[in-house]
């Protein structure tokens, strides 16, 4: 367990540096499904593993062209819900909702091609637009979801005390 100043400072530091639009990048050049990943990869490189390679991979990126988690908002979520829990400060619960608000704007649309109200594991950028990538759903970013929800819930019934 960190000290929460450096717990803060983390939190901090990934809505400062690492929070995007559509999600959260899991570090900064990070080339994994960057802008165009499909056109600029065939499907058996998509997976390879890059480890002896990755400097061959980062050259597909291009500043601002990361792709962008939805595993990591519930997350936020759920730690400014137990912030909130522990503390009753109000901007943490107005921070947990933001996160799980976030959570709920990244389910998939009607005009995904895997269907309504999915999980994506991230989004990236196709030509001009941000979609999911191939791994949706993510059980993982379900699960995450279901248990900032259940946090949500939690948080509610505490309440703000003034």
């Not at 759920?78 to 933001?98: S, V």
């Not at 649309?109 to 994506?120: A, L, M, N």
Request: charged letters at 25%.
């Amino acid at each position: 367990m960190v000290p929460e100043t450096t717990a803060n400072q983390i939190l901090d530091n990934i809505i400062t540096h690492l929070q995007g639009d559509y999600g959260i990048r899991r570090y900064l050049g990070d080339s994994y499904w960057c802008a165009n990943y499909k056109k600029k990869l065939p499907p058996q490189e998509r997976t390879r593993d890059w480890s002896e390679s990755i400097e061959e991979r980062d050259r597909l990126l291009a500043d601002g062209e990361q792709a962008q988690w939805c595993v990591f908002d519930p997350i936020l979520s759920i730690i400014f819900g137990l912030k909130f829990q522990h503390h009753q400060q109000p901007q943490d619960l107005q921070q947990q909702i933001y996160y799980l608000n976030r959570s709920l704007g990244q389910l998939t649309g009607k005009d995904s091609e895997f269907g309504e109200f999915k999980c994506p594991e991230l989004y990236h950028r196709e030509d001009d637009s941000y979609v999911s990538s191939d791994a949706t759903p993510l059980l993982w970013t379900q699960a995450n979801l279901a248990v900032a929800l259940n946090m949500m819930e939690t948080s509610l019934s505490v309440g703000v005390k003034n």
